[in-house]
Every structure is written in structure tokens, then in C-alpha cells.
């Protein structure tokens, strides 16, 4: 079964800071992985996804994210926080059987809040 | 892009009475639409997978007769909790996947914005 897990619930950031907000997956099959960003009272929003294609990705909004299978991890990065970026992050995998079988279940993670400080 | 609206926003009842949520696709037809449920400081959970033309699918642990889902159309599905209980409470989201775009993995999923519901 994939599963994602979240490493922290709470992230505190400096306004100009860097922001890691960390992931690790399990999955059988070659995982399909995103980061989704949920303001409050708000839907969640694409940060960014990972296909299988370049291991380095990069999202909205100055995110990025690294595909590591030996560390089975796909941490979230951005070089500066932004008083705009504090928000839920959730790390999500696909339960993607492939073209055709796909259940397009999106698993997610438990979340990370970010909170930035000016 | 692909666009999900969620109506209504906000919704409180009373214990005993049913709310209906519904979830539109503005451009695009969507075949298949997801039902996710939202515990406050949690994560969401899928409920049910819900499919145009034929019935939901439920996740395990999921009431069927509590939660209803109808597709009627390619572009509207809806969810009923019937007899609402404060339980119910919860932030209920929606999502939708654009078919012109394939079925894998790596098409993904547009959300609504999300229903609120409080049952008094």
C-alpha cells in the first residue's frame, strides 16, 4: 500500500528564511507525488507534481521539490519564506495503477503548517 | 484550466435534517469526481469515488446510506449527509479530474473550494 508521512506538523520560519518542509513515501510501484497548499477556508492548490520525469521539480511560487528513491523522500524547498507562503502544505501520493486502471486516489499526508514570522 | 465550484461554502443545520453539497465542473465534463472529507487538523480522507451515470463508490468505513452521492450529469455530482448528526461537522471537498488530460497518475486532480459544515 503507498502512504506518505509527513515529518513535522508545525514549521516556524523568519520572513526571507529558507523553508523545508519535509516527505517520505512508500510505494510499490514508481510513485506519482505533489504538494498541495491549502490556505485557510480555502481549497487546495497544485504546488507542484513529480511524474517520474526529472527528479528535481520545480512549482509556484519559488517551491521546489527533489525526488530522492533511495531516500525514498520528496521534501519540499524555497529558498525565501514569504509572510503569503504560511499556509497547510500536505504531501500527496497517487495510487496510480497505470493508464487505463488508474483508481485516481490521492493519498495524503497528515500536513505540515507553516507559520512565517516577520 | 480546469475549474471545480463548491456550493454552498458554508452550511449549518440542525441534528436530524439532510444537507446537500454540490460539486460542478465549469469547463471541462467530468466522468468521475472525488468526495474527500476533512477532520480539523487532519488530513483529508477519500469517502467515495463518484461515477457519472452509475453508483459511488464508497471507501471502506464509509456509510452509503449516510452519505449520498448522485452524478446525474458530467459536470455536477452531489453529496447528501442525511439525518446530520454533529459528527457530521466537517469540511467536505470535492475534486475532479479533466479526462482531456489522461488518467494516470500524473493528471492531476482540480479541488473545490471546499463546504463547511457545522450541525448544531
Known amino acids: 500500500a503507498q502512504s506518505v508521512t509527513q515529518l513535522d506538523s508545525h514549521v516556524s520560519v523568519s520572513e526571507g528564511t529558507p523553508v523545508l518542509l519535509r516527505c517520505n513515501y512508500s510505494?510499490?510501484?514508481?510513485?506519482?507525488l505533489f504538494w498541495y497548499v491549502q490556505h485557510p477556508n480555502k481549497g487546495l492548490q497544485l504546488l507542484l507534481k513529480?511524474?517520474?520525469?526529472?527528479?528535481l521539480v520545480k512549482g509556484i511560487n519559488g517551491f521546489e521539490a527533489e525526488f530522492k528513491k533511495s531516500e525514498t523522500s520528496f521534501h519540499l524547498t524555497k529558498p525565501s519564506a514569504h509572510m503569503s507562503d504560511a499556509a497547510e502544505y500536505f504531501c500527496?501520493?497517487?495510487?496510480?495503477?497505470?493508464?487505463?486502471?488508474?483508481?485516481?486516489?490521492?493519498?495524503f499526508g497528515t500536513g505540515t503548517l507553516l507559520a512565517v514570522q516577520p | 484550466g480546469a475549474v471545480v465550484s463548491q456550493h454552498p461554502s458554508r452550511v449549518i443545520c440542525k441534528s436530524g435534517t439532510s444537507v446537500k453539497i454540490e460539486c460542478r465542473s465549469l469547463?471541462?465534463?467530468?466522468?468521475?469526481m472525488f468526495w474527500y472529507r476533512q477532520f480539523p487538523k487532519q488530513s483529508l480522507m477519500l469517502m467515495a469515488t463518484?461515477?457519472?451515470?452509475?453508483?459511488?463508490?464508497?471507501e471502506q468505513g464509509v456509510e452509503k446510506d449516510k452519505f449520498l452521492i448522485n452524478h446525474a450529469s458530467l459536470t455536477l455530482s452531489t453529496l447528501t449527509v442525511t439525518s446530520a448528526h454533529p459528527e457530521d461537522s466537517s469540511f467536505y471537498i470535492c475534486s475532479a479530474r479533466d479526462p482531456r488530460r489522461g488518467y494516470s497518475g500524473a493528471n492531476v486532480l482540480t479541488f473545490g473550494a471546499g463546504s463547511r459544515l457545522t450541525v448544531l
Open positions: 469547463d471541462f465534463q467530468a466522468t468521475t
Open positions: 513529480y511524474t517520474s520525469a526529472a527528479t
Open positions: 510505494s510499490s510501484y514508481s510513485p506519482s
Open positions: 500527496v501520493v497517487s495510487d496510480d495503477l497505470g493508464y487505463g486502471g488508474a483508481t485516481n486516489k490521492l493519498i
Open positions: 463518484s461515477n457519472e451515470g452509475s453508483k459511488a463508490t464508497y
